[in-house]
């Protein structure tokens, strides 16, 4: 296990725990964000789950050194204790209850990330029937020389992510498959690409010779896009892993002489004939970086897309903004304000194509936001200036 002083800069966060008389330190990673637990304590097979659901509940971070089969049945055991103490949300308003919810939901992943895997170097984990992880580890964050410390979850999603890279995701309306990179939002619901697919492109002398496609994540936008017959794509993103992803499934669909790649906040330099925007679909502050694809902070993304999109279209352009009405039925955002937004953008609708969720979520009848995501209905805005 990793002790002793590793090779750590002052600002790698750091974790400190008792080893007998010895005080073991070791770099901190998580991916959401989380700040390294202030307390620390060793733990095995001879702990309970009552003793571990406590300590974690009080923020203290169980480095575990047992069998790793056996933390993950304890991790099972944390989760049921965690659901137990679920509150009721059914009696409270919109948006009171999402918020609550989402509060409770943080609340219980932070408990559940204080069963923590010390790794030594390049990714290895010593503990008794571990996986051999170093490839997942390896595709999402590139070799370590030193040992860390990372949440057991956060691992867990780690290799579910890796396997969905390895795998695949079949999109129908492309009739391939995309492959998303962890930390990349993965297009797991596929009615919006429905109506990307199927939406009437802007007719004119000379158009459909480029496209913007901004926020373009996994690239599967920019795909549909040359496949509908667009030339030439222009693909941007703020993250350098998501265009690395968008990049590397581009060159798997052997498109790469149709897309150029752009790290932006928004816009490229330039105008197009058809702008695509997927923005976030909720109003809210991300609570970590895995979140910045569902929570847009101060609606960041689709104001700035809606005021920049006139001066980059050209004059026969449409923009097409893909969203979720799921913010107008959870209380975060009007119907008028949206509208709001695109009028005081000097824009007009064109038109509005619909399409009903088709996700597990609207049938899960545990989930307290179930009314909500039953009554959702996602929406192609076609706008010119």
């Known amino acids: 296990m990793p002790h002793g002083k590793p090779d750590l800069n002052s600002t790698t966060p750091t974790i400190s725990w008792l080893a007998g008389e010895q005080t073991l330190t070791s770099a901190w990673r998580s991916e959401n964000g989380w700040a390294p637990p202030k307390r620390s304590m060793l733990a095995d097979d001879t702990m309970s789950a009552d003793t571990a659901y406590r300590l974690a509940s009080e923020g203290v971070a169980l480095i575990w050194t047992g069998d790793f089969q056996n933390a993950r049945q304890l991790l099972h055991a944390l989760a049921r204790r965690t659901a137990k103490r679920r509150p009721k949300y059914l009696e409270l308003p919109y948006p009171e209850r999402f918020h609550q919810v989402r509060l409770a939901r943080a609340q219980r992943a932070r408990t559940l990330g204080m069963l923590c895997l010390p790794f030594e170097p390049h990714h290895l984990l010593k503990?008794?029937?571990?996986?051999?992880?170093?490839?997942?580890?390896?595709?999402?964050?590139?070799?370590?020389?030193?040992?860390?410390v990372m949440p057991l979850t956060e691992l867990l999603g780690l290799i579910s992510a890796y396997e969905w890279r390895k795998n695949g995701i079949d999109i129908p309306a492309l009739g391939a498959r995309i492959?998303?990179?962890?930390?990349?939002?993965?297009?797991?619901r596929s009615e919006y690409l429905e109506l990307i697919a199927?939406?009437?492109?802007?007719?004119?002398?000379?158009?459909?010779?480029?496209?913007f496609d901004i926020g373009t994540g996994t690239g599967v936008i920019a795909a549909l896009l040359l496949k509908r017959g667009i030339k030439h794509v222009t693909a941007t993103d703020t993250q350098a892993r998501a265009l690395d992803c968008a990049q590397e499934n581009i060159e798997r669909l052997g498109l790469s002489s149709g897309v150029?790649?752009?790290?932006?906040?928004?816009?490229?330099d330039g105008q197009a004939d058809l702008i695509v925007c997927n923005p976030p679909w909720l109003p809210g502050r991300p609570a970590s970086g895995l979140e910045h694809a569902i929570y847009d902070q101060d609606q960041h993304m689709l104001n700035g897309f809606l005021k920049g999109l006139g001066a980059h279209l050209t004059p026969q352009g449409e923009g097409w903004l893909i969203l979720s009405d799921l913010a107008e039925h959870l209380g975060l955002r009007t119907r008028e304000d949206l509208l709001d937004m695109i009028e005081a953008a000097g824009l007009r609708v064109m038109e509005r194509l619909d399409i009903r969720p088709m996700h597990a979520k609207t049938k899960d009848e545990e989930d307290p936001l179930a009314d909500a995501r039953r009554a959702e209905v996602t929406s192609l805005w076609r706008l010119r200036a």
């Open 198 to 211: 199927q939406a009437p492109l802007p007719q004119g002398p000379g158009m459909l010779g480029h496209a």
């Open 127 to 148: 503990h008794r029937r571990a996986p051999d992880v170093k490839g997942a580890c390896l595709a999402a964050h590139g070799d370590s020389k030193t040992g860390y």
């Open 179 to 188: 492959h998303p990179h962890y930390g990349v939002f993965a297009p797991t």
């Open 260 to 268: 150029k790649f752009v790290q932006a906040d928004l816009f490229p």
